[in-house]
């Protein structure tokens, strides 16, 4: 009998903690106040975060179909959508030079001879190998939106074309690139959610 009644007040208490938050996920209609809830509600561990279904591989496919308003449980987790908006989304190969290792002199050396290799035929992935500093041989960046980027990089892709190469500067980070533009720009959707624990 105990352990029954000790199973009700379980059940009864998680049932008012979740209503609890459902409430108070309720006041959460924009981006500002999702922001405000993380400052004033630590101990649900919140989180304000942007996903893009047809660009994040690992995001259900259900989730192409929520709405701003849209509440949903998942894996001890209670999401709420804040927005659902368009946003471009951008794919180019790349190959990374890294300015903490060689002087802009080598960079500026180097980046016209990458690129004379692969206008007389040599292959974008077969550069990258050669010469890319941070280990993606295979170069793709796969698709990313305009937010996931540093916006020089972003700003650089956007004046170019399908199939361009062209090389771009992050001096403030000592980031340098060779990049092949491989797609045009395509539009599709941001949502941002509120995360927040929903069991104790």
Same mark, same amino acid.
């Given at each position: 009998?105990?352990?029954? =009644?000790? /199973?009700?007040?379980?059940?009864?208490?998680?049932?008012?903690?979740?209503? +609890?938050? #459902? *409430?108070?996920?309720?006041?959460?209609? =924009?981006? &500002?106040?999702?922001?405000?809830?993380?400052?004033?509600?630590?101990?649900?561990?919140?989180?304000?975060? +942007?996903?893009?279904?047809?660009? $994040? =591989?690992?995001?259900?496919? %259900?989730?192409?179909?929520?709405?701003?308003?849209?509440?949903?449980?998942? +894996?001890?987790?209670?999401?709420?959508?804040?927005?659902?908006?368009?946003?471009?989304?951008?794919?180019?190969?790349?190959?990374?030079?890294?300015?903490?290792?060689?002087?802009? +002199?080598?960079?500026?050396? /180097?980046?016209?001879?990458?690129?004379?290799?692969?206008?007389?035929?040599?292959?974008?992935? $077969?550069?990258?190998?050669?010469?890319?500093?941070?280990?993606?041989? #295979?170069? *793709? /960046?796969?698709?990313?939106?305009? $937010?996931?980027?540093?916006?020089?990089?972003?700003?650089?892709?956007?004046?170019?074309?399908?199939?361009?190469?062209?090389?771009? *500067?992050?001096?403030?980070?000592?980031? %340098? %690139?060779?990049?092949? #533009? =491989?797609?045009?720009?395509? &539009?599709?959707?941001?949502?941002?959610?509120?995360?927040?624990?929903?069991?104790?």
């Amino acid at each position: 009998m105990r352990k029954i =009644t000790f /199973l009700f007040l379980i059940l009864f208490f998680q049932n008012i903690y979740s209503q +609890n938050i #459902k *409430d108070k996920l309720d006041k959460v209609t =924009t981006i &500002e106040e999702a922001e405000k809830f993380v400052e004033e509600n630590p101990e649900l561990i919140p989180e304000v975060f +942007n996903i893009s279904p047809e660009v $994040d =591989t690992l995001v259900p496919k %259900y989730f192409k179909t929520l709405k701003a308003g849209n509440v949903i449980s998942e +894996n001890g987790n209670t999401f709420k959508v804040i927005s659902v908006i368009k946003v471009k989304a951008l794919r180019v190969s790349y190959i990374y030079l890294d300015g903490s290792k060689l002087t802009l +002199n080598e960079i500026n050396k /180097l980046r016209p001879k990458i690129i004379s290799q692969y206008k007389k035929g040599t292959k974008f992935p $077969d550069l990258a190998k050669k010469y890319t500093m941070d280990g993606n041989v #295979k170069a *793709d /960046l796969n698709w990313f939106t305009e $937010d996931m980027m540093v916006p020089e990089f972003v700003n650089a892709i956007k004046i170019h074309k399908k199939g361009e190469i062209f090389t771009v *500067d992050v001096p403030e980070n000592k980031w %340098y %690139y060779v990049t092949l #533009k =491989t797609h045009e720009e395509k &539009e599709v959707t941001r949502i941002t959610m509120l995360k927040v624990k929903s069991s104790s």
